[in-house]
C-alpha cells in the first residue's frame, strides 16, 4: 500500500490518502507537544513505540468487541486505517484523580474516584480544547443525535473495563486516558486516533513511577525508556 496525497498533519500523526478512497495511512511521528504545542521535542522511535502499543491494544479492544478503524499495521510507524470523520470530542475516562481534574476541582492528586467518570472535551486547539457538557456538543452541532453521545460514553466505560484488566495483570494503574471517535461511510461509530502512553497515564503499580508523557509534561526524563518498558508489558503473554 502506498501513501498518497498528505490529507492531514496533527501534533503526533500524519493522515496520507490510498488507491482505496475508503482507506488512510496514519503515520505516527516522534514529535512530542504537551499543553497545546507550547512545550515541543521529539524522541527518535517515539512514534514506533506508541504504533506498536496502540495496535497491540486496537486488536485486543477489536476481540472484546469494541469496532476500530485499524485495518493493518504497514510497518512500524505506519497503520492502515478506515476513513472516518472524526467526531470532535476528546473523550477523557478517568480512573483515578490527577492531572486537570484535580487541578480544576481541587480533587486531592491520587484519589482513587469513587466511580469512572467519563468527560468531553471540545477537540480545538484554538479555544485550547475546553471541557463541555452533553448540552454544549448538541448546541455545536458535533453529532446530530444525543444517542450518539450515550453511545461515546457506553463505548469509552467498555474500553476502560477491557484496559483495566489488562493492565492491572500488567502492573500498570491506569489512571486516565483519552480516545477519539470516528463516523466511517456506513454511519458506525469506530474508536479511531490511537491509544498509548501519549494519551493515556500510567503509574507503574509497584513504586508509582509515571511511565507515560507526564515524563515529557513534567520535564522528569525521557519518554523512551519509558514507552519502551510500557511496550514489553504490553505484549507480554500471561
Ligand atoms: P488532563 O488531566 O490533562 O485533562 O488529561 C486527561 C487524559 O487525557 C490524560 O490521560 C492525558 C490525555 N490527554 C490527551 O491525550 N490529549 C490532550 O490534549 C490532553 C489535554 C490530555
Ligand atoms: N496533546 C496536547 C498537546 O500536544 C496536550 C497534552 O497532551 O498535554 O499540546
Same mark, same amino acid.
Given at each position: $500500500?502506498?501513501?498518497?496525497?498528505?490529507?492531514?498533519?496533527?501534533?503526533?500523526?500524519?493522515?496520507?490518502?490510498?488507491?482505496?478512497?475508503?482507506?488512510?495511512? +496514519?503515520?505516527?511521528?516522534?514529535?512530542?507537544?504537551?499543553?497545546? +504545542?507550547? @512545550?515541543? *521535542?521529539?524522541?527518535?522511535?517515539?512514534?514506533?513505540?506508541?504504533?506498536?502499543?496502540? +495496535?497491540?491494544?486496537?486488536?485486543?479492544?477489536?476481540?472484546?468487541?469494541? @469496532?476500530?478503524?485499524?485495518?493493518?499495521?504497514?510497518?512500524?510507524?505506519?497503520?492502515?486505517?478506515?476513513?472516518?470523520?472524526?467526531?470532535?470530542?476528546?473523550?477523557?475516562?478517568?480512573?483515578?484523580?490527577? &492531572?486537570?481534574?484535580?487541578?480544576?476541582? &481541587?480533587?486531592?492528586?491520587?484519589?482513587?474516584?469513587?466511580?469512572?467518570?467519563?468527560?468531553?472535551?471540545?477537540?480545538?486547539?484554538?479555544?485550547?480544547?475546553?471541557?463541555?457538557?452533553?448540552?454544549?456538543? $448538541?448546541?455545536?452541532?458535533?453529532?446530530?443525535?444525543?444517542?450518539?453521545?450515550?453511545?461515546?460514553?457506553?463505548?469509552?466505560?467498555?474500553?476502560?473495563?477491557?484496559?483495566? +484488566?489488562?493492565?492491572?495483570?500488567?502492573?500498570?494503574? #491506569?489512571?486516565?486516558?483519552?480516545?477519539?471517535?470516528?463516523?466511517?461511510?456506513?454511519?458506525?461509530?469506530?474508536?479511531?486516533?490511537?491509544?498509548?502512553?501519549? *494519551?493515556?497515564?500510567?503509574?507503574? $503499580?509497584?513504586?508509582?513511577?509515571? $511511565?507515560?508523557?507526564?515524563?515529557?509534561?513534567?520535564?522528569?526524563? *525521557?519518554?523512551?525508556?519509558?514507552?519502551?518498558?510500557? #511496550?514489553?508489558?504490553?505484549?507480554?503473554?500471561?
Amino acid at each position: $500500500m502506498k501513501k498518497g496525497e498528505l490529507l492531514y498533519e496533527g501534533k503526533a500523526k500524519r493522515l496520507y490518502r490510498t488507491e482505496n478512497e475508503d482507506q488512510l495511512i +496514519a503515520e505516527f511521528k516522534d514529535d512530542l507537544t504537551a499543553f497545546n +504545542a507550547q @512545550k515541543r *521535542s521529539s524522541e527518535e522511535g517515539k512514534g514506533a513505540l506508541n504504533a506498536k502499543i496502540s +495496535a497491540h491494544l486496537f486488536r485486543l479492544l477489536e476481540k472484546e468487541g469494541i @469496532k476500530t478503524h485499524l485495518i493493518d499495521v504497514l510497518d512500524e510507524n505506519h497503520h492502515l486505517v478506515k476513513k472516518v470523520e472524526i467526531i470532535p470530542i476528546e473523550v477523557v475516562v478517568r480512573n483515578i484523580a490527577t &492531572g486537570s481534574l484535580s487541578k480544576r476541582l &481541587g480533587i486531592e492528586d491520587g484519589k482513587i474516584l469513587p466511580f469512572t467518570l467519563v468527560e468531553f472535551y471540545l477537540k480545538d486547539d484554538n479555544l485550547d480544547d475546553p471541557i463541555i457538557c452533553d448540552d454544549h456538543c $448538541m448546541i455545536l452541532e458535533l453529532v446530530d443525535d444525543r444517542d450518539k453521545l450515550r453511545v461515546l460514553k457506553d463505548e469509552a466505560k467498555k474500553i476502560n473495563t477491557i484496559l483495566k +484488566a489488562f493492565f492491572t495483570k500488567r502492573r500498570l494503574n #491506569l489512571v486516565d486516558f483519552k480516545v477519539e471517535f470516528g463516523i466511517d461511510k456506513n454511519g458506525e461509530i469506530l474508536l479511531s486516533d490511537e491509544i498509548s502512553p501519549d *494519551s493515556c497515564r500510567f503509574w507503574d $503499580m509497584d513504586t508509582n513511577e509515571i $511511565m507515560d508523557k507526564d515524563i515529557f509534561r513534567k520535564g522528569i526524563g *525521557s519518554v523512551k525508556v519509558a514507552y519502551e518498558e510500557v #511496550l514489553n508489558r504490553v505484549l507480554k503473554d500471561l
